[in-house]
């Protein structure tokens, strides 16, 4: 048996596969804020699982921690004369014209900011030794300051670790949760490296607690998280290096809607994650972009991670009136608990899934397979409620509350719509070259409408849309990604770099191996990263003889111009290794007739996009067959989704059994 496991704000999402059967199986469970294994605990009871299960998990623990400043008590121990490149940082203001602007926090507070005498050159040539002596000082200054986990990172040590390792050797005998910077991350850039060194010193002993008392319950034959690079690892790995998951609940999302695009055709795709609190969005052209500059709170995390746009918009954001009396929703949240009204709580503040149900949207007899039955009459009231607050007047055959859900939705739209500009049209991509592949429990119910306003020509909605995040994390390869800074001239020679990479080759095929990856199943991508002399970032490129005239190629197509003639510099050496795992089959049938009417649920009366209520058609979405199609209005209803089909728009279901709706309608 093997089993997803996505922790989302608002649900937990379970996909299971029965190798043996080869049946899926899917279903959500209410998240546990206050304590959120209890959820995994209450979705595994569903199990009848003779053995011990195959298990891959992905999390917002470590994202929570940070977001909430619930880590660990963290402390920093630096070169002599840099304790403070991580309150410094860069001269970036992201606010140029506030005169009140301020950075946040630093995880570290300044008492618990520690400095060793030492000195190591740019070429790790050591200009002052370690006083071995000192760290038993060192020891005893943590220990009286209460510190359950240190950073380590000193100057230049991605070129000299010796220092870093002998300092870490000494505090782990003396008992504590030690990050060092040559094992998180070997790359130059001093606040870079440092501000990714204490997130993984401050979020690791949370995981692990979490992950300890998971596994001691569990006791799973194989137990795996999520990272945020699209791929899975032991979660004995993630104990350690725990900044690697802050992204993994959303990064399973990606790969399963890359996974599932690229099966119906399209590879070309953005990926559209409405869940209860969030939504996510990614672009995919031809491949899952990776990028090596993250940023979560304004921390920055050097880590390889998907890119991924998040926003606060999803099924629980709370509708509000601001004090200029204006109409906002989000991007604070219901969450689970008490969660929106329709949920019957305790929850009072109108939702978006409110919005939806007043609507006439969702089904509130069918919601969750009918497991959970919603309160209409309390989502109309709360929605009253703000539209008196708001001076809303009722439009012509609506009523009061349908007025205000109306201009519910037409507000998380704009909010979301902005978000798939930024990763799509504001990046150089057309939408109309894409598809939008549409999941979470809340996207369907939108999906349509996006795609409409910004002019792409079609949605996919897979049958396990509400639950593609944990399908995704079952379809995940085993990748490790290492990266070791070089600073070398651009004449450098192939073989010197290949030479220098191959330590990073030997690691990342001992530790796949280690993972339980068979040698035939690994696959080596060797990177540069280069940059013009005198520039401040860099572009990868494969590693390969041409790696010049990729590079100026590479260049050109991302900032429109290339020098050939410059110099150039080879900053990083990297090697992303990937262990290919066997994904799961996804069930497939040949294409019927064109006829839904077994699927038919009757008619019921909804609000359409333009304001007007009729009786539409609704239909079982688990009952559409490969070939069925369908036109819109209408809305699908799916076990744990539903999905709202605008007038003009057509639907029509594939082989594989995804809704496939060629936009024709209004936004």
């Known amino acids: 048996m093997r089993i997803g496991i996505d922790i989302g704000g608002t649900f937990t999402d379970f996909v299971t596969f029965d190798e043996e059967s080869g049946s899926f199986h899917t279903y959500k469970v209410l998240s546990t804020p206050k304590n959120p ?154 606040y870079e490296r440092a501000s990714t060194t204490v997130i993984n010193a401050y979020v690791s002993p949370v995981v692990d607690r979490y992950l300890h008392e998971l596994e001691e319950r569990l006791e799973a034959a194989d137990f795996r998280m999520m990272q945020s690079n699209g791929g899975s690892i032991r979660a004995s790995q993630i104990r350690k290096q725990a900044v690697r998951s802050i992204l993994s ?31 996510d969005v ?55 608990d008490p969660g929106p009204v329709c949920y019957g709580l305790g929850g009072t503040k109108a939702t978006v899934t409110d919005a939806n149900l007043v609507l006439g949207r969702l089904m509130p007899d069918y919601f969750l397979e009918g497991r959970m039955s919603l309160d209409s009459q309390a989502a109309q009231a709360a929605l009253e409620a703000l539209a008196e607050q708001a001076g809303i007047m009722a439009q012509s055959d609506l009523s009061l509350s349908q007025t205000a859900a109306l201009g519910v939705i037409q507000i998380v739209n704009a909010h979301m719509e902005r978000a798939l500009r930024v990763i799509s049209v504001e990046r150089g991509h057309d939408p109309k070259d894409f598809t939008l592949v549409s999941f979470g429990g809340a996207g369907g119910l939108h999906a349509a409408q996006l795609a409409c306003a910004l002019g792409i020509p079609r949605v996919l909605i897979p049958p396990t849309a ?45 530790e796949l191996q280690q993972e339980g990856i068979s040698k035939e199943r690994i696959t080596l991508h ?84 333009d304001g007007r209520v009729s009786p539409k058609p609704f239909y079982q979405g688990d009952q559409l067959k490969p070939g069925h199609s369908l036109r819109g209005p209408a809305i699908i209803v799916y076990k744990d989704t539903t999905v709202f089909l605008p007038l003009g728009d057509r639907a029509s279901v594939d082989e594989y059994f995804n809704l496939i709706v060629e936009i024709g309608g209004e936004a």
């Open 282 to 336: 990614s672009l995919c052209a031809g491949e899952i972009r990776i990028t090596k500059e993250g940023e979560i709170d304004r921390f920055p995390i050097r880590i390889p991670m998907i890119d991924i746009h998040t926003v606060g918009s999803g099924g629980g954001s709370i509708a509000y009136v601001d004090v200029g009396g204006a109409l906002r929703v989000g991007p604070q949240s219901a969450g689970a």
């Open 37 to 190: 294994a209890q959820a995994v605990f209450n979705g595994l009871e569903e199990i009848d699982s003779r053995e011990s299960p195959f298990i891959i998990h992905g999390s917002t623990i470590a994202t929570n921690a940070l977001l909430e400043r619930k880590g660990a008590r963290t402390a920093l121990i630096s070169t002599q004369g840099f304790r403070d490149v991580i309150v410094i940082g860069r001269q970036v203001r992201t606010e140029l014209y506030d005169f009140f602007a301020h950075r946040p926090e630093p995880l570290v507070p300044e008492a618990l900011r520690l400095e060793i005498k030492e000195r190591v050159d740019h070429q790790g040539n050591v200009v002052t030794p370690l006083d071995e002596d000192s760290i038993d000082d060192l020891c005893e200054s943590l220990q009286d300051l209460n510190a359950e986990s240190v950073a380590v990172c000193l100057l230049f040590s991605f070129a000299y670790p010796a220092h870093e390792q002998t300092i870490t050797r000494f505090l782990r005998e003396a008992g504590f949760f030690v990050s060092p910077s040559c094992e998180i991350l070997p790359e130059f850039r001093e």
């Open 526 to 609: 060797k990177e540069l990263d280069i940059r013009y002399e005198g520039q401040g970032y860099e572009l990868t490129v494969p590693l390969e003889t041409e790696f010049a005239q990729n590079f100026h190629a590479r260049h050109m197509k991302t900032y429109g111009h290339c020098a050939p003639d410059s110099p150039i510099e080879i900053v990083n050496v990297r090697l992303r290794a990937i262990g290919s795992v066997p994904r799961p089959p996804i069930p497939r049938a040949s294409l019927g007739k064109d006829d839904p009417a077994e699927a038919s649920l009757g008619q019921r009366p909804f609000v359409r996009t």
């Open 466 to 510: 509400s639950t593609l995040s944990a399908l995704g994390m079952l379809t995940a390869d085993v990748i490790k990604d290492y990266v070791q800074t070089v600073m070398l001239a651009g004449i450098t020679a192939i073989e010197k770099l290949e030479e220098l990479v191959t330590p990073l080759v030997d690691q990342g095929v001992d």
């Open 249 to 279: 609940g959303p990064a399973g999302g990606v790969v399963g809607a890359f996974h599932v695009g690229k099966l119906a055709g399209y590879e070309n795709v953005i990926g559209f994650d409405m869940g209860g609190t969030s939504t």
